[in-house]
């Protein structure tokens, strides 16, 4: 009997640090979710600070843009 109760003892332990483990990857990954939009944004504020740039550099050397 004490052998039954002992695993059952160890699955739990085990259950409970597998859902610290899945929380803290949730967590993680909510996080990197918010690091990706926020360098999309900054990327796309680049892109078009560029591209706002090239037009104003092709009027200025007379091409067609």
Known sequence: MFWAMLAVAVGFVGL???AVLA???FV???RLGR???D???RINRAAE???RAAV???K???DVV
Do not use: F, S, W
């Open 35 to 37: 690091q990706v939009a």
């Open 16 to 18: 409970a640090v597998l």
């Open 39 to 41: 360098t999309t944004q």
């Open 49 to 51: 600070d560029l591209e």
């Open 60 to 62: 200025a050397g007379g």
């Open 23 to 25: 929380a803290r990857v």
């Open 28 to 30: 993680e990954a909510q």
């Open 56 to 58: 104003g550099v092709a």
